[in-house]
């Protein structure tokens, strides 16, 4: 199984006030991401949860969301909630994906409680915020702060439960703050994982 993971977007989040646009400019820096790995034979994305900053994207953000998932139908999206995503820990209770499931997009998957998956033969477990069940027969998508994870004043993440999971894991729980989001933008991480024997 082949595949991108790509962390947070925060889609509205603060640095709105700074890029003119940015919504457009989000989705502009994904589809850099998902051309690359369109170069190289890739068509998976695993969106690590925060697409947006708040439980409802703004309008602006749902067009281009929109707009960005029509014009790529040839690459398949797995997407989780993260923390910033839901208004509470209860995805009943709303979350910004919503009009992304209900555009219908089939090469669109958004997970909204823990899934268990087989992706070209590899064991995958899609953990939304605030699941931490990670399977260790699996790779393990995830949203949640870790031990040793550093918040973006520097000083480390205080959670009850902030154990380094054992299981073979991609965790996104970083909000990278405008003054250091362009030198950031591009980054993306690249993952191959073998299939079961």
């Known amino acids: 199984m082949e595949g991108i993971a790509v962390g947070d977007l925060h889609m509205d989040?603060?640095?709105?006030?700074?890029?003119p646009n940015h919504a457009k400019w989000c989705m502009d820096e994904l589809q850099t991401i998902v051309d690359w790995g369109a170069d190289r034979g890739i068509n998976r994305i695993f969106?690590?949860?925060?697409w947006g900053h708040y439980h409802r994207l703004s309008h602006d953000s749902i067009v281009e969301s929109l707009s960005f998932f029509a014009r790529n139908p040839n690459t398949e999206f797995h997407i989780i909630l993260g923390n910033h995503c839901m208004l509470?820990?209860?995805?009943?209770?709303g979350h910004s994906m919503e009009p992304i499931i209900a555009a219908g997009f089939k090469h669109v998957h958004v997970y909204t409680e823990p899934t268990n998956k087989v992706?070209?033969?590899a064991r995958v477990r899609f953990l939304p915020y605030p699941h931490r069940t990670f399977d260790r027969s699996a790779l393990n998508f995830a949203h949640i702060p870790i031990k040793g994870v550093k918040n973006d004043n520097?000083?480390?993440?205080?959670?009850?439960?902030?154990r380094v999971p054992s299981s073979v894991?991609?965790?996104?729980?970083l909000f990278i703050k405008s003054s250091v989001l362009l030198s950031y933008s591009?980054?993306?991480?690249y993952l191959s994982f073998p299939s079961i024997s």
């Open 13 to 19: 989040g603060s640095p709105s006030a700074y890029i």
């Open 169 to 173: 894991c991609m965790v996104s729980y």
């Open 119 to 121: 992706i070209d033969g």
């Open 88 to 93: 509470g820990d209860d995805p009943k209770a």
């Open 47 to 50: 969106q690590l949860g925060d």
């Open 154 to 162: 520097g000083t480390l993440h205080k959670v009850k439960d902030s």
């Open 186 to 189: 591009r980054l993306y991480e």
